[in-house]
């Protein structure tokens, strides 16, 4: 299952490698807050089922929080891919699906994670900080912003000339690579966590 809110190209790299045959699952579900988004037109487009759920459409946070429940409940996976998806997840799914949730994050967590991290904010502050390296960190997701365990990193120089929107498009690049081999391992069942801490068998 995988949740996205925008263009969803993380979504679509998962989507194809599971066509390709390279990665052993199956996209039960796609949900996303935003009917406009580019993700959603794909699984539409590709038959995967598709549920918007979004604060707008519900009476309160509690309605919100009951729809994830019982659509999740519907489709029981294995594993959740957050992928680009602007919303919190309410604490009690996060709870029930723990060690179930993934999210990809473009920059070396825990820096440059948390409110306000996201979309090209990340790379303007690595670039502003003068930082050498930069990568992608796949993580399982936990009650707060970027801080569950780390599943997988994996780094990429700065260059001090190049601009936020192409540190970006790298960082993209290689979050794909990432999010393709964690997503794998998960299927082959060669993941465990013990004392919060990911161990790859
Ligand atoms: C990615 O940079 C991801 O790290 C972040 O949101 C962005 C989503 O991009 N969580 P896309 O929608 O997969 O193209």
Redesign the pocket.
């Known amino acids: 299952m995988v949740f996205?809110s925008?263009?969803?190209?993380?979504?679509i790299n998962i989507y194809n490698k599971i066509k390709d045959g390279d990665i052993n699952g199956e996209i039960v579900l796609l949900i996303s807050n935003n009917k406009f988004s580019n993700?959603l037109k794909f699984a539409k487009n590709n038959n995967i089922d598709c549920q918007i759920i979004n604060i707008k459409n519900c009476s309160s946070e509690k309605e919100v929080c009951r729809k994830y429940k019982t659509t999740l409940d519907k489709y029981y996976p294995d594993l959740i891919l957050l992928?680009?998806f602007m919303k919190k997840i309410p604490i009690p799914v996060i709870r029930k699906y723990k060690n179930k949730i993934l999210?990809?994050?473009?920059s070396l967590l825990p820096k440059y994670g948390g409110k306000g991290y996201y979309g090209i904010n990340v790379h303007i502050a690595v670039l502003e900080s003068n930082e050498k390296e930069t990568g992608?960190t796949v993580h399982f997701v936990d009650e707060h912003y970027d801080t569950g365990p780390i599943f997988l990193q994996e780094k990429i120089a700065v260059s001090s000339s190049e601009t936020p929107e192409i540190l970006a498009k790298r960082v993209?690049e290689l979050?794909y690579l990432i999010y393709y081999k964690a997503v794998r391992l998960f299927c082959e069942g060669r993941v465990l966590i013990k004392n919060n801490t990911v161990e790859i068998k």
């Not at 925008?6 to 979504?11: A, C, E, L, R, S």
């Open positions: 996205a925008g263009t969803g190209t993380n979504f993700a992928a680009g999210n990809i994050h473009p992608a993209l979050e």
